[in-house]
């Protein structure tokens, strides 16, 4: 069974979502669809998380990895998100691809990776990014421009090779999804909602109104 329609460049699609009995294979065949056509960042999806007190906040992140158990984002620990993330380990994600008129809402309980996770990825980042990792106390208030590139050069000083250790508090979260929902755009906002919610180690499914 085809779980992707070709899209007709800048309409909407004439067909519906196919019905299918779990969200990965969609969400593979969407993505890739969206690697081959978005101009750039396909990953790219915004993360939503909640402090303790109820205050919502959403900011975009890139999706670097996806398996059965979810899905994956790196980021600073002491950022607002991480601080969030720790506080209240409950997030939702949001990809929009334009080119598509496509959007994958998914939600469910963040966990931190692995260390041996974040250290294989942060490795496999390049110099220059590792170095801003390491210089950037991220959502901290920076006195001027001038600031983070004195510290961007006292990194590179500290670590002239190609060894930049990965700081304890930059690493990764992954999303453990209960719910995926997968949006179409169709003719007179007769737009196409199909939604899965985890139950036990399957998925019950079903469609939205619009
Ligand atoms: C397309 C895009 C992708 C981004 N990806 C990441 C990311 O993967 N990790 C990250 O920490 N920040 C990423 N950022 C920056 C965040 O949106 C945000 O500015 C930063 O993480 C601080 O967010 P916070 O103060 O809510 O923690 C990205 C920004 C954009 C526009």
Redesign the pocket.
Known sequence: MSLTTEVPAGEAYAAGIPDTDEPYGLFEAWFAEAAAREPN?PN?MC?A?CSPDGWP?A????L?GRDDRGFV????EH??????LLANPRAALCFHWKSMRRQIRIEGEVERVTAGESDAYFASRSRGSRISAVSSD??RPLASRAEFERRVAETEARYPGEDVPRPPHWGGFRLLPRMVEFWQDMPYRMHDRLVFERAGEGWTTGRLFP
């Not at 900011?59 to 890139?62: D, Q």
Request: glycine share 10%; no cysteine.
């Open positions: 960042d790219a993360l998380t906040s900011r975009m992140v890139l670097k984002f790196y980021t600073n950022s607002r998100k991480g601080g969030e991220q959502s």
